[in-house]
């Protein structure tokens, strides 16, 4: 039956209803879960005032607890703990204009991650405006904390690409930054490996590498032939990046950043760009991902040049998340000092 539709002339016309109802359930979900949202504000504002105002004493909020237990025997996430995240939600956001309204557009479970695991309100902000861009699941927002996420954001150079320019505000973050570093944990490689073990895994887990790389990102194909005269060379992964508007290749790399590295990428965005990049698009841009990397050799061999091109580093496991704050903590207090004199 299902071969007879994709056959039908009027396939298109059906799959056009069908964008329809998608839709209109997802606004539906979306509306329930703002009027739910706005219900756990509402309780918390009234509890913290009640609090504050000393109207209630801490035990009130159990017996808050138990009654509504007693009223709703159904009802879930009332319990004490549940009525303090309540109030810890007001709290947090009532005084922030910005933040409060964006809060409000993400699930409660995902809220709830939010303010247990972020240690300032940019963090928050960071994370909360991700989760909405990004439409993350628990899972998926729970695993950019884990990869420290923020901290690699904020510590990336974000190299002002040609291609990025045209279409990204620094200060809309976060946006389509690419980083200097990525968590590739979840490929599950051996001790040694190839660059086409990296590939395959790379392929095999590509899910979990868009999440990692971003959600914009769309893959078009690995080992991507391109001819230039008479010879066939392959570019190991090919992706598109919506946001960016441009193609965008990765050259994996099993060892340490090499200069050579720079001139092989530029003669594949030249290809590409000649090749397959549409008038309406921006130039291709080139990630190479390398194992590791001397900053210092990475400045030289892009010093001179004016390609949109980036060198990357991965870790194969999940980065200690400790460090990268002490070194953000770091950069923060030398800016700090800076302004001051």
């Not at 109802?21 to 739910?36: D, F, G």
């Not at 968590?183 to 590509?206: C, G, M, T, V, W």
């Not at 190479?288 to 060198?311: F, G, H, N, Q």
Request: charged residues 30%; hydrophobic residues 35%.
């Amino acid at each position: 039956m299902n071969d007879l539709v994709k056959n039908d002339e009027y396939y298109d016309d059906f799959s056009k209803i069908i964008e329809m109802i998608e839709t209109r359930r997802y606004n539906a979900y979306r509306k329930v879960n703002e009027e739910l949202i706005a219900l756990y504000w509402d309780i918390g504002c009234f509890v913290s005032r009640q609090l504050e105002s000393h109207r209630w004493g801490s035990k009130v909020v159990g017996s808050l607890a138990l009654f509504l237990k007693q009223k709703y025997p159904t009802l879930k996430g009332f319990d004490r703990s549940g009525i303090y995240r309540m109030k810890q939600f007001y709290e947090l956001y009532k005084d922030d204009e910005i933040v409060a309204p964006l809060a409000r557009q993400l699930s409660w479970t995902n809220n709830i991650l939010i303010m247990a695991r972020s240690k300032t309100r940019e963090e928050r902000e960071f994370y909360i405006k991700m989760a909405i861009k990004n439409n993350y699941s628990k899972a998926e927002l729970n695993r950019q904390f884990s990869s420290a996420y923020y901290e690699r954001y904020m510590l990336s150079n974000g190299k002002a690409l040609q291609s990025t320019t045209k279409t990204i505000d620094e200060g809309d973050f976060p946006n389509t930054k690419l980083l200097d570093l990525y968590s590739l944990e979840f490929l599950d490689l051996p001790n040694e490996y190839s660059e086409s073990d990296l590939r395959k895994a790379i392929i095999k887990n590509l899910k979990n590498f868009i999440l990692e790389i971003g959600k914009s990102f769309t893959f078009v194909g690995e080992e991507y032939r391109v001819q230039v005269g008479d010879e066939d060379f392959f570019i190991d992964l090919l992706f598109y990046n919506r946001d960016l508007s441009c193609l965008v290749a990765f050259e994996l790399k099993v060892g340490k950043f090499m200069p050579e590295y720079v001139s092989k990428m530029d003669f594949y965005l030249e290809a590409l760009d000649r090749q397959e990049r549409k008038n309406n698009e921006n130039p291709s841009v080139g990630i190479i991902l390398c194992a590791d990397k001397d900053e210092k050799i990475v400045e030289y061999s892009m010093s001179r040049t004016m390609s949109p091109t980036m060198v990357a580093k991965y870790k194969l496991n999940l980065i200690d998340k400790k460090i990268l704050e002490n070194k953000l903590n770091e950069i923060s207090i030398m800016v700090e000092e800076n302004e001051k004199i």
